[in-house]
């Protein structure tokens, strides 16, 4: 009778065998499928891309194409060197989403030290598989993400946990590691690079382990180094010059002195080098503009300002139009980019433009004028009545040779004075000349004064 019970027993402990076996299979099993889905990163090149300044369509353009680029050539990995800030004129969830989606492993490092990442920098940085921050660095705030758009937040919202402090302030790479933002901080970019060997990066391929450095060297020699190329890519000439333009002050700046050489470029009563130069500035604003969240009516103020300056200038001196012109130059500087603060100029940029197209129209500008149009004799009176000929067609104003010197003039009768003919001067004002055609003048000025 004990025989069944020895054999039920038996079949017991072979069955809790068998169990054992199977879960031990089955856990080996698994744990070479996990092994398995990490992939060695191999030692086929390694990309830096230094991404610096306004996250515009050039830093957008560079950031895609070497995303494409890593992924034909199946680099090892993709480092973006940032030190940026906000987005403007460029789509934010694109450039997230691209390197979410890169096979390649994408890693940032944030530096060098004294720069950062804020806006939709910082929000790529933190997109990343990997991120370190230089000492002396820092990242945030996330917000505003996109300077044209000030309250598109939607995008940070799918990168960065709500309530995180690097939304609306600035973090030290050792504040930022402590709240678990980012993985680490790195001193220099190749330290960084180094520091990622052995490291399992995520990639939307899989998740990669890293192979980036090697030992050379024994003793005192002995040192370490990365173990395959690396090539470094930044904004070509084309791009880096777009990206200038497009920097706020540059295209304020570039904004207003096109005007100013424009203005003297008018008075000159020609087409010179000033006039070019002057254009070429103007248009380089434009440009600027075009890819900036300006405010319209504070460039009409920018334009009034030089147009109010010219007015007075015009007139031979100082009057309301000086004060109207040099206000709205003012106004039209502060509030350029209204609505996007981060973009407006230093306040010594400010100053400096201001004061300098100030002293160059009331002060070089006049001095020009006066000396360009201007007559060797002393007493201007003594030129009512003199005859001479229309340079440049008064249609009312113009310019006129009187005594072999240039001077601005304006006709006082309805018919307009061609170039070449004859006119006569009635009246001197200030450095501006009132003439008559000679044909149309029945007697000289001052013969119809003597009759009043």
């Known amino acids: 009778m004990r025989f069944p019970q020895v054999r039920v027993r038996a079949a017991a402990a072979a069955v809790l065998v068998l169990l054992a076996v199977g879960s031990w299979a089955l856990g080996v099993g698994a744990t070479g499928a996990g092994a398995a889905s990490v992939h060695d990163s191999g030692r086929r090149g390694i990309v830096v891309v230094q991404v610096n300044g306004l996250l515009d369509p050039s830093n957008a353009a560079l950031i895609q194409k070497s995303l494409r680029e890593a992924k034909t050539a199946a680099v090892s990995l993709i480092v973006f060197q940032l030190d940026g800030s906000g987005a403007v004129d460029v789509n934010t969830s694109a450039l997230v989403r691209a390197i979410r989606d890169s096979p390649v492993p994408v890693a940032v490092w944030v530096g060098p030290s004294g720069g950062g990442a804020r806006g939709a920098s910082a929000l790529l940085a933190l997109s990343a598989a990997y991120v370190a921050v230089a000492p002396g660095a820092h990242i945030g705030p996330v917000l505003p993400v996109d300077f044209g758009h ?93 990206h200038t333009l497009g920097t706020p002050w540059v295209a304020y700046f570039l904004f207003v002195a096109g005007l100013s050489l424009m203005l003297f470029e008018f008075f000159t009563a020609g087409v010179g080098i000033a006039g070019v130069v002057g254009a070429s500035a103007l248009v380089g604003g434009c440009f600027g503009f075009s890819h900036l969240p300006f405010a ?23 009057g309301p139009w000086t004060f109207i012109g040099g206000g709205a130059l003012v106004a039209g500087s502060i509030w350029c980019y209204d609505g996007a603060s981060a973009l407006d100029p230093s306040w010594w940029i400010l100053v400096l433009v201001c004061g300098a197209t100030l002293l160059f129209v009331l002060s070089g500008m006049t001095a020009m004028v006066r000396s360009r149009f201007s007559t060797p004799t002393i007493g201007r009176e003594e030129l009512i009545g003199e005859m001479g000929v229309a340079e440049v067609g008064v249609d009312p104003d113009g310019v006129v040779k009187v005594r072999d010197a240039l001077w601005r003039a304006r006709t006082n009768r309805a018919t307009p004075i061609a170039a070449g003919e004859a006119v006569r001067v009635v009246a001197v004002e200030g450095v501006l000349l009132e003439v008559e055609p000679e044909a149309g003048g029945a007697r000289d000025y001052r013969e119809r004064s003597s009759h009043q």
């Open 150 to 242: 000030p309250s598109a937040q939607a995008v940070a919202k799918s990168v960065v946990p709500a309530g995180s402090a690097v939304l609306r302030h600035h973090l030290s790479g050792k504040t930022a590691l402590a709240d678990k933002l980012i993985d680490g901080t790195e001193p220099t970019v190749g330290g960084f690079i180094v520091g990622l060997d052995g490291r399992v990066l995520h990639t939307a391929a899989g998740d990669v382990r890293m192979s980036t450095s090697t030992v050379v060297g024994v003793g005192v020699n002995r040192r370490v180094q990365t173990n395959q190329d690396v090539g470094f890519r930044k904004l070509d000439l084309t791009q880096q010059l777009a």
């Open 296 to 318: 319209p009516w504070a460039l009409g103020l920018l334009g009034l300002g030089i147009f109010g300056l010219a007015v007075d200038l015009q007139a031979g001196g100082l």
